[in-house]
T-cell receptor, first 114, second 112 residues
């Protein structure tokens, strides 16, 4: 099956700990995105990448880091600098270029602080 | 900052009725999209309308776009209990067209 997978489904973070959320896609998409969603709110863009080994900050990048070493993978690290990490994190991907702007989303990871 | 503002924030109707959700935005756009999210799940793309289009249909969905008023509406006809979800509009802009900016969503409940 083609699609986007995110793991784990639930993640618990202790004070001062860095945690990494996984996002993998087999859609052969060039562009990938990370969003944060707080309860009852819309999505806010954390980071995005349009090509391997390149990524740009979104609207709320502070306290987060990413890498894009492979086309299929775009992991997100929530660092200890992110003081309010509890949220639902969504990864998405799309084909490159302007032919279509549709983004395809993974099932999400819910991050909770212990 | 949020580009889209959606109205209403919550909507509850009876099964079989039509549901209308509205989205307003602030700057010029390349396209506007509607997504659906079931509780605790990822988003699913419903429909895209480009800035040079005024109306688009897909099954029971009808989307309109008024660029002069910077607004869009999503109409779901003959609603079903399975339509219960949150619906988000997202705008793609001319600059950095790789990015979408999402509204805060409308939570739709269809009562059987």
């Amino acid at each position: 099956d083609g699609g986007i997978t995110q793991s784990p489904k639930y993640l618990f973070r202790k004070e001062g700990q860095n945690v990494t959320l996984s996002c993998e896609q087999n859609l052969n998409h060039d562009a990938m995105y990370w969003y944060r969603q707080d309860p009852g709110q819309g999505l806010r863009l954390i980071y995005y990448s349009q090509i391997v080994n390149d990524f740009q900050k979104g609207d709320i990048a502070e306290g987060y880091s990413v890498s894009r070493e492979k086309k299929e993978s775009f992991p997100l690290t929530v660092t200890s600098a992110q003081k309010n990490p509890t949220a639902f994190y969504l990864c998405a991907s799309k084909v490159a270029g302007g032919a279509t702007e549709t983004q395809y989303f993974g099932p999400g990871t819910r991050l909770l602080v212990l | 900052s949020q580009q889209g503002e959606e109205d209403p924030q919550a909507l509850s109707i009876q099964e079989g009725e039509n549901a209308t959700m509205n989205c307003s935005y602030k700057t010029s756009i390349n396209n506007l999209q509607w997504y659906r999210q079931n509780s605790g799940r990822g988003l699913v793309h419903l429909i895209l309308i480009r800035s040079n289009e005024r109306e688009k249909h897909s099954g029971r969905l009808r989307v309109t776009l008024d660029t002069s008023k910077k607004s869009s509406s999503l109409l779901i006809t003959a609603s079903r209990a399975a339509d219960t979800a949150s619906y988000f509009c997202a705008t793609g802009m001319y600059q950095g067209a790789q990015k979408l900016v999402f509204g805060q969503g409308t939570r739709l409940t269809i009562n059987p």
